[in-house]
């Protein structure tokens, strides 16, 4: 299987990952030189219905483009069940990119029959799974664990579609968009952790809005999400910017694991640092923080 394997975290730093519409040569051959964690082609909604054939096309090119720019690469197609789905199962088979993208992912009986198609095409990576309908969030548990075909399935990642999933819930547009989704959007998150997967949040539409993203992005993380999708390239810095602990925490994780590494604390499983009793669970999280900021516990 390419990339990371089922039920565990992604492999790599998964902050950001900029969709790249299959059908723009030109966006394409400029995302390839991107700093996105993740590029993702799309073949669904960015791509008019008489240009997807193009797209699919172009796919293998773009995706080898993107691997050989040492990016992380991700193909979306359609949701199972879907017509268009069937024209894209060859082009994954063709391009074999490091993961692929489900839209509408809600129904994990549908998702193991994807899954055999791709087989058959001959790609066995990784699922992202585009959680984007009201019935997807209900049922978002059973796909990310799926307990009976858990490693068939390959799930590694859980993306929030929350454009779809706001028009599906009705809620109204404007700036309280947000606060609505909030209780959804921490359920996929709850899934995510449940089943030990990575998981980003939704796009922000207002792409020259570089405050209000970080604002949208600053929330993400608090949620507990590992990232977001991206709909231009002027949002992966202040992308990553948010997602990266602060320099508090940076320094609260190390006085942690200094604490724990002390030949004084051998064999404790708590320890009081800095006025804060720390246990087994809190070494485990700083550690974890140390490598979402890209450092060592040493460096």
């Given amino acids: 299987m390419t990339g990371e394997t089922s039920s ?3 492999a790599r730093p998964l902050r950001s990952a900029l969709y790249t519409p299959g059908d723009r040569a030109r966006a394409i051959e400029k995302a390839a030189g991107l700093d996105a964690d993740a590029l993702l082609l799309d073949l669904e909604d960015a791509v008019a219905p ?3 054939p193009g797209a699919r096309a172009a796919a293998p090119a773009a995706i080898a483009a993107f691997r050989k720019a040492g990016r992380y690469s991700v193909l979306r197609i359609h949701a199972p069940g879907e017509a268009e789905t069937q024209s894209d199962l060859p082009c994954v088979g063709a391009a074999q990119p490091d993961a692929v993208l489900i839209a509408k992912a809600e129904d994990a009986g549908a998702l193991a029959d994807l899954r055999a198609a791709l087989t058959s095409e001959g790609w066995s990576g990784p699922l992202w799974l585009m959680i984007e309908t009201p019935r997807g969030v209900f049922l978002a548990e059973q796909l990310a664990i799926a307990p009976d075909r858990a490693e068939a399935l ?3 990642v859980l993306v929030a579609g929350g454009n779809d999933l706001a028009e599906g819930l009705r809620l109204p547009a404007g700036p309280g968009r947000r606060a609505g ?4 959007l921490a359920r996929l998150v709850l899934a995510a952790r449940a089943a030990g997967l990575s998981v980003l949040d939704g796009v922000y539409n207002a792409h020259t809005d570089a405050a209000g993203f970080t604002v949208d992005a600053q929330e993400a993380r608090a949620l507990g999400f590992d990232g ?3 709909i ?3 949002q992966i810095a202040p992308c990553h910017a948010a997602f990266r602990p602060g320099d508090d925490e940076i320094a609260a994780a190390r006085a942690i694991i200094a604490a724990f590494d002390d ?4 064999g404790r499983g708590a320890i009081a640092v800095n006025g804060v009793m720390a246990e087994r669970l809190h070494l485990d999280a700083a550690r974890a923080t140390l490598a979402a900021a890209g450092l060592d516990e040493k460096g």
Wanted: hydrophobic share 25%; proline share 17%; net charge positive.
């Fill in 154 to 156: 390959g799930v590694s």
């Fill in 8 to 10: 565990c975290p992604h």
């Fill in 50 to 52: 008489d240009r997807k």
């Fill in 228 to 230: 977001k999708t991206l």
């Fill in 263 to 266: 030949p004084a604390h051998a």
């Fill in 181 to 184: 989704l909030t209780p959804h």
């Fill in 232 to 234: 231009h390239p002027a």
